[in-house]
């Protein structure tokens, strides 16, 4: 089985660039897992997601072989707040001061494949994960290339190729919005947004000032019009549901 998991998204933007608020609107929160990796860093925002906080990323295999044996249903989506501190977090505590660092070393390079295949590749739930970006000069290019940062074999193809879906948080001004994207279903500018003179956005396809990025999505999931869309979690998963069911 691919790792790729059709229900599978990765979100992810520089700090303050809306990845956290993306999550607001998503609804039936009763049934969304939000799993916090940030030591129980609070959301911005008043929700009614179930949330766990867990120390030890080990811990989210056990989080997802309990969701996966409950038939109730009770979850449809499950979140993990963020990638980058899951894997930090694995680092400080099995890596750093280990006997064998190696070794240790070798399971941090296992551990996200494992949860990708063996965990998120198995679960019928929609799995959204949150990814602090960092800009990373090419040296081939000498240009500045934007990706989730993690260490070892992993950085070759990034954390984003296990990912079906890969969509930027983005803090953008109206003028460039409006170059490459124009508004629609998938993208509304509020009146408060022509006031600020820019707006939160996802970034659904490169474009030739971020040819280097790792976005991703199923091929036709968003037209070249949508290439800038609501910063909304929601509207990806709506967009998935419809692409699948036409399948």
């Known amino acids: 089985m691919s790792a790729e998991h059709p229900k599978s998204i990765l979100i992810s933007g520089e700090s303050g660039h809306g990845k956290s608020f993306s999550l607001m609107n998503l609804r039936d929160q009763e049934g969304v897992l939000y799993i916090n990796a940030e030591g129980g860093k609070p959301l911005p925002f008043k929700n009614k997601f179930k949330r766990i906080t867990i120390d030890d990323p080990y811990e989210i295999f056990d989080l997802f072989d309990q969701v996966i044996g409950d038939t109730s249903g009770r979850f449809h989506t499950i979140i993990i707040d963020t990638v980058s501190f899951m894997m930090n977090r694995f680092e400080s505590l099995h890596v750093i001061g280990a006997a064998n660092t190696m070794a240790q070393w070798g399971a941090y390079g296992q551990f996200f494949p494992k949860l990708m295949y063996d965990y998120v590749a198995k679960a019928p739930q929609y799995v959204i994960m949150l990814g602090h970006l960092e800009s990373i000069l090419n040296e081939d290019t000498g240009r500045y290339d934007s990706k989730v940062p993690v260490k ?13 879906t890969v969509v930027n948080c983005k803090k953008m001004p109206l003028k460039d919005i409006r170059r490459d994207a124009k508004e629609g279903k998938l ?25 280097g990025d790792r976005i991703r999505s199923p091929f036709g999931l968003f037209s070249d019009e949508e290439t800038f869309i609501d910063n909304a979690a929601q509207i990806v998963i709506d967009q998935l549901v419809g692409y699948y069911a036409d399948a």
């Open 152 to 164: 070892g074999a992993l950085s070759k193809n990034g954390l984003e190729a296990y990912f079906t």
């Open 187 to 211: 993208l509304h500018i509020t009146e408060r947004d022509e006031n600020l003179g820019y707006k939160h956005v996802f970034q659904t396809r490169t474009t030739k000032q971020t040819v």
